[in-house]
């Protein structure tokens, strides 16, 4: 035992002496040239990279992501929301305004062939008229106050100043986070209230080769009671973009009540904000045939009531239905 | 001018969270809201580090960038302020802020957003220097005094550097100089540098 105490105390006289020596070594200015060489594996290189990457720490302020050194994703989503978000949704609405008029300009409205009877048939009950009405009031309020808020800065910047756009756009804010989820409401039961009259019909294969009679003059393609065009509209607009976009919004709502981290929120705006764009542009074309595209649509889901005229053009099989004493749904 | 920055020196911080604490006493920053906050990597590790982050006030300011009112401004010393009248409190600063540093007060009925509040580098905001309305909103314009940010004025270990950008790179060049690391503004691979840091 004394000699392995011994040998001890002489490693540790050694290990002391050698010690000095690299601190001697390590003092001397020619040591420049020696510079220290990273450790290996570089656990330090390896954590500022981690931590460049979002990696969360720990940190005694409370609150959602405190921990969370850099937001690894924010200057992307900065790219992305101001360039391609911005670029790309601004020229697909710009375009379907401008296919819409350059339409309008070559094929100009779609008037009755033949004078109105005077008699009238019910095409919307008061039930689906005010489920129309209300999902289109709420789309309305929905849709511009989402276009002030991606494109307000560019577009109406330069007019009414930041106090201006910040005036307009807290109100526009309010409405746009408080009707969201009505509008999400009456989108549903617009669905329920529809669904039935746009289920496929042997028609529609007709409407699609003649590609609704778009491009013949007067001649009108038998349909029941929604053309294919409508059904379009229904199945991809109100049901899947109109879903999605409402749906999306909800789960951006309400953002002190439940903590979401940065990325799920920069995901959940751009798919909000492109599928609100297709949507928009989709939504264009359905208000122009409802008002100025086709003579008398507007006040089928004004009074509910179509003349018999303009049924047997649009919506010849439905009319023959209807006529018979059926409901006119397929 | 001068050109305002903050630099947080890794080998220094203690985590003692007095910055968060006095500039939240300083601006008198509403409930829930803290400008400034310290954040520990790998803790309880023999790599843990702590840097104390607020806003960067960066040049090309990513929260400026996304505003959907415009509400950003820089001002000619380089700190990034924002218009508090005009935000609506979308929250799109924070989602596109590199630090984390928007930060919101929550306000209505139903969890809606307030007013965001952030670091103003002791510098208010749009309204006249020092008056009851800029104080309200914004905190104590130390600027204007001719003081520099709180937080950074009283780092027990001068962590925390604020000030023209010159200048503070002058002290930390002189750190890296005394500590002859020779790599990196972090200066923290001495620690582990078998011939440096006097451990042997």
């Known amino acids: ?330 | 001018m001068a050109r305002m920055k903050f630099l947080c020196d890794a080998e220094r911080c203690i985590e003692c969270n007095a910055c968060v604490t006095a500039c939240k006493n300083e601006h008198e920053v509403q409930w829930g809201v803290n400008r400034r906050r310290v954040v520990t990597i790998n803790d309880g590790e023999p790599t843990e580090k702590s840097l104390s982050v607020a806003c960067m006030h960066c040049t090309d300011a990513p929260c400026s960038a996304v505003c959907p009112v415009d509400c950003f401004y820089t001002t000619e010393d380089g700190v990034v302020l924002h218009n508090k009248d005009a935000c609506i409190g979308c929250g799109y600063c924070l989602f596109a802020c590199p630090f984390g540093a928007p930060q919101f007060p929550q306000d209505g009925a139903f969890g809606e957003r307030g007013k965001m509040d952030k670091c103003t580098f002791c510098a208010g905001g749009p309204e006249e220097d020092n008056s009851p309305a800029e104080r309200a909103k914004y905190g104590r314009n130390r600027l204007a005094e001719g003081k520099l940010p709180l937080c950074a004025e009283m780092c027990s270990t001068k962590a925390l550097l604020a000030g023209d950008a010159n200048e503070v790179s002058d002290i930390f060049r002189e750190r890296v100089v005394a500590r002859g690391s020779n790599r990196g503004a972090w200066g923290q691979n001495l620690q582990f540098n078998p011939l440096g840091g006097g451990k042997g």
């Not at chain 1, 807290?170 to 989820?181: C, I």
Request: proline share 5%.
């Open chain 1, 1 to 330: 035992m004394p000699r392995n105490a011994l040998a001890v105390t002489a490693m540790r006289w050694w290990l002391g002496l050698i010690v000095s020596c690299c601190a001697l070594f390590a003092a001397a200015p020619a040591t420049a040239a020696d510079a220290p060489k990273a450790p290996p594996g570089d656990a330090v290189a390896d954590y500022w990279r981690e931590v460049r990457q979002g990696v969360p720490g720990l940190s005694q302020v409370p609150g959602a992501e405190r921990g969370v050194m850099i937001n690894a994703r924010g200057e992307t989503w900065r790219q992305q929301r101001n360039g391609p978000l911005k670029r790309y949704g601004g020229m697909v609405l710009l375009a379907m305004l401008g296919i819409i008029v350059l339409f309008y300009l070559v094929k100009g409205p779609m008037k009755l062939s033949e004078p109105p009877t005077g008699r009238k048939i019910q095409r919307f009950t008061p039930f689906e008229r005010f489920v129309h009405w209300g999902t289109a009031i709420t789309f309305i309020l929905m849709g511009l106050t989402g276009l002030a808020i991606l494109f307000g800065r560019t577009v109406l910047g330069p007019l009414i100043g930041t106090d201006g756009l910040g005036g307009l756009l807290a109100l526009g804010k309010l409405v746009h986070n408080y009707l969201g989820p009505l509008f999400l409401a009456f989108t549903i039961l617009l669905i329920f209230a529809f669904v039935r009259d746009n289920v496929w019909q042997k028609c529609d294969g007709e409407w699609i080769a003649k590609a609704g009679g778009m491009f013949s003059s007067g001649a009108h393609v038998p349909s029941g009671r929604f053309n294919f065009g409508e059904k379009t509209w229904f199945w991809l607009g109100v049901t899947f973009l109109g879903l999605f976009v409402a749906g999306t919004g909800l789960l951006l709502n309400f953002p002190a009540l439940i903590d979401r981290t940065r990325d799920l929120m920069q995901n959940l705006v751009l798919l909000h904000a492109i599928g609100a764009v297709l949507l928009l542009a989709l939504s264009f074309g359905h208000i122009y045939m409802g008002t100025v595209g086709v003579e008398g649509a507007l006040d089928s889901m004004k009074t509910g009531e179509v003349d018999e005229t303009w049924a047997r053009e649009h919506h010849a099989l439905w009319y023959e239905d209807v006529k018979a004493g059926r409901s006119g749904r397929p």
